[in-house]
């Protein structure tokens, strides 16, 4: 006999039987189905190796790209000093860009290599290194003579084919999809009168496409616009994807984000057009400088003096001056980008923010208490600090950089779905990326007419943030009536970092007039501070100690939400809008240099700095 309790059972479960087929098609589980990125990967976009001519003739001479990724997968081994060296944790993907000029030619000709010795030119430079290391200097020189004057020596197509097959046969068989990614690429280095024009290129693909073209080099033409014509037929001829990103803005002499061509056009719309679809992103901070902003540009920028190279143009031939910067740093041209939006229709500034190191050594690392030196001649010494770029070996240099200028940033942080070449080059293309001067720190920013605080602050942020709105990268038009946007923003420390001191919402736009505007608005501080207009009512602090090199996460937070919405929104004018993550002060590599080697710096180096991340922004057009 059934009681009523085990009737009442059998019914609920012959019910639940029957709801199965309802039950796939509406599914219990929120995670079915989700296909938007969750996981954050870290890499290096711009690393030379012995094989790019500046970083083997400052003495990296032996460590090729093998060596680089080994290295960057976390493996120990020998620096350019002796001395064991490792990363602190390993990357996730990887892009080799030696220059494509004369790649491999000074280790070719310092073997030498056969194919070298089949060309008049070869044979020379062969003969010339082979009386030492003043013979080397000189071929060198003519090296550097052939970039600035754009003449291009007859050294074998043979040589130049195998070690462009080589570079894709290495990258090839460290590629571990889902677990590590090698880049194929090359960094193409226009330097006309000694502006830094270059590029970074980057394809998606493997050797069995990369290797049906060589690197376009600025012996075949210095203006970038040919390059953009040789990545379209590179994506014609092999269906496969590349782009190309710019690096150093604040080196160019004002022409790296001009209002003209190369040829001193004024820019089109089809202009605009080709330079968004080959170059997405900018390299906003590397070794040689912080190129976000400058505080001649933003005078009321409390963190706009950060890690700055400001001299002059890439080999300080030239100077440069505030009105040239408005055409050098990111920020500044993003703005310059809205202006030109309204002028043309089309915006050729809308690119997203990276980081990188333009390391010379094989070694793609970003960690102050780790500096191993940018070039060779950098390695870990007392005296590294006092040493000077650029070399006065060249013509006209009116000043030059000291290394303890040199900057130890930094890192691209990508959000994509999986750790793939696929995946992580459509997450550049869309721009959902960041910057950061060497923390992992974790940063998420969406946008949206519809959010609500309860949004930002649910476990599910990232869910709404896509079901409801736009990642960072993404675009926003046409606000409804009466609505305003709302950003919803998220950072979470390194994990083996430093504290967070506040989230930065910097904001810019163009008015009715044509004006450009940016006004920076404190959106999250950390220690239970206030926010007055906009503004932290009192800094962090420092628990920084020079004597030991050390600090303590006794202030700062560990994560910092917020939810923000614009107080000053117009849906008449366009804007965009990026997030700037600060860090708690923390000790430069400088200071660490001082404690392991025992040394005193002159008074004017930097020891304490604070670490921050920059997103790629949000653009709302009307």
């Known amino acids: 006999m059934i009681r009523a309790t085990e009737l009442v059972f059998l019914i609920v479960a012959l019910i639940s039987v029957d709801s199965i087929g309802a039950a796939e098609t509406v599914p219990y589980s929120p995670y079915v189905g989700?296909?938007?990125?969750?996981?954050?990967?870290?890499?290096?976009?711009?690393?030379?190796?012995?094989?790019?001519?500046?970083?083997?003739?400052?003495?990296?001479?032996?460590?090729?790209?093998?060596?680089?990724?080994?290295?960057?997968?976390?493996?120990?081994?020998?620096?350019?000093?002796?001395?064991p060296v490792r990363i602190s944790r390993p990357l996730d993907f990887l892009l080799i860009a030696d220059h494509g000029e004369y790649m491999g030619v000074v280790q070719g000709v310092a073997l030498p290599d056969k194919a070298l010795l089949t060309t008049e030119e070869?044979?020379?430079?062969?003969?010339?290194?082979?009386?030492?290391?003043?013979?080397?200097?000189?071929?060198?020189?003519?090296?550097?003579?052939?970039?600035?004057?754009?003449?291009?020596?007859?050294?074998?197509?043979?040589?130049?084919?195998?070690?462009?097959?080589?570079?894709?046969?290495?990258?090839?068989?460290?590629?571990?999809?889902?677990?590590?990614?090698?880049?194929?690429?090359?960094?193409?280095?226009?330097?006309?009168?000694?502006?830094?024009?270059?590029?970074?290129?980057?394809?998606?693909?493997?050797?069995?496409?990369?290797?049906?073209?060589?690197?376009?080099?600025?012996?075949?033409?210095?203006?970038?616009?040919?390059?953009?014509?040789?990545?379209?037929?590179?994506?014609?001829?092999?269906?496969?994807?590349?782009?190309?990103?710019?690096?150093?803005?604040?080196?160019?002499?004002?022409?790296?984000?001009?209002?003209?061509?190369?040829?001193?056009?004024?820019?089109?719309?089809?202009?605009?057009?080709?330079?968004?679809?080959?170059?997405?992103?900018?390299?906003?901070?590397?070794?040689?400088?912080?190129?976000?902003?400058?505080?001649?540009?933003?005078?009321?920028?409390?963190?706009?003096?950060?890690?700055?190279?400001?001299?002059?143009?890439?080999?300080?031939?030239?100077?440069?001056?505030?009105?040239?910067?408005?055409?050098?740093?990111?920020?500044?041209?993003?703005?310059?980008?809205?202006?030109?939006?309204?002028?043309?229709?089309?915006?050729?500034?809308k690119f997203g923010m990276i980081g990188a190191t333009d390391s010379h050594t094989s070694f793609g690392n970003a960690e102050e208490d780790n500096y191993l030196g940018k070039y060779a001649v950098a390695s870990p010494s007392a005296d590294r600090w006092d040493k000077k770029f650029p070399p006065l070996t060249i013509p006209g240099v009116l000043e030059q950089f000291t290394e303890w200028e040199s900057s130890q940033s930094g890192y691209a942080g990508v959000w994509a779905t999986e750790n793939t070449r696929e995946a992580i080059f459509d997450a550049m293309q869309r721009k959902e990326v960041y910057a950061t001067t060497g923390p992992r720190m974790t940063v998420r920013m969406f946008a949206s007419f519809d959010f609500s605080e309860g949004m930002a602050f649910s476990k599910d942020m990232p869910a709404f943030g896509y079901a409801h709105g736009v990642p960072m990268g993404g675009d926003l038009s046409n606000a409804p009536e009466g609505k305003v946007p709302?950003?919803?923003?998220?950072?979470?420390?390194?994990?083996?970092?430093?504290?967070?001191?506040?989230?930065?919402?910097?904001?810019?736009?163009?008015?009715?007039?044509?004006?450009?505007?940016?006004?920076?608005?404190?959106?999250?501080?950390?220690?239970?501070?206030?926010?007055?207009?906009?503004?932290?009512?009192?800094?962090?602090?420092?628990?920084?100690?020079?004597?030991?090199?050390?600090?303590?996460?006794?202030i700062g937070d560990a994560q910092l939400i917020a939810f923000w919405q614009d107080p000053e929104f117009d849906p008449n004018i366009p804007a965009f809008y990026y997030a700037r993550i600060i860090e708690i002060p923390t000790p430069r590599w400088t200071a660490f240099d001082e404690l392991r080697f025992g040394i005193k710096m002159d008074p004017e180096v930097t020891r304490v700095l604070q670490e921050r991340a920059y997103t790629s922004p949000i653009w709302y057009t009307p």
């Open 486 to 554: 709302g950003f919803m923003l998220s950072a979470t420390k390194d994990p083996d970092g430093a504290n967070l001191d506040r989230i930065q919402i910097v904001k810019g736009w163009v008015d009715a007039k044509g004006a450009l505007h940016e006004r920076i608005f404190d959106v999250a501080v950390s220690d239970a501070r206030e926010i007055e207009s906009g503004k932290a009512t009192s800094p962090v602090g420092t628990t920084v100690n020079l004597e030991y090199a050390t600090y303590t996460n006794t």
């Open 122 to 349: 070869g044979t020379r430079w062969s003969g010339m290194a082979s009386k030492g290391e003043e013979g080397l200097l000189q071929v060198m020189g003519e090296m550097v003579n052939d970039g600035a004057t754009g003449s291009r020596r007859d050294i074998s197509k043979n040589f130049e084919r195998s070690v462009w097959k080589s570079v894709g046969k290495v990258a090839d068989q460290h590629n571990d999809p889902g677990k590590f990614t090698a880049f194929i690429g090359y960094e193409y280095s226009s330097l006309p009168e000694g502006d830094n024009l270059h590029r970074v290129v980057m394809f998606r693909d493997g050797a069995d496409k990369t290797n049906r073209v060589l690197p376009f080099t600025l012996f075949d033409s210095e203006n970038p616009e040919h390059l953009w014509e040789y990545m379209r037929g590179y994506e014609e001829k092999t269906a496969g994807r590349v782009m190309s990103i710019p690096h150093n803005g604040n080196l160019s002499a004002g022409k790296m984000f001009a209002l003209v061509d190369f040829d001193g056009n004024l820019l089109t719309a089809d202009y605009a057009k080709r330079r968004m679809r080959w170059e997405p992103l900018t390299e906003t901070t590397q070794i040689k400088g912080d190129s976000e902003t400058h505080p001649a540009l933003s005078p009321d920028d409390e963190f706009a003096d950060f890690e700055r190279w400001d001299l002059g143009n890439l080999i300080v031939t030239k100077r440069t001056s505030p009105k040239l910067m408005q055409y050098e740093y990111s920020r500044s041209a993003l703005k310059l980008g809205l202006a030109q939006q309204q002028k043309l229709g089309l915006n050729p500034f």
């Open 34 to 83: 989700r296909d938007f990125p969750v996981n954050i990967y870290w890499g290096d976009t711009h690393l030379h190796t012995s094989l790019s001519f500046d970083a083997y003739g400052d003495g990296n001479t032996t460590k090729g790209p093998d060596y680089a990724y080994r290295f960057a997968k976390g493996e120990q081994v020998e620096g350019h000093d002796g001395a």
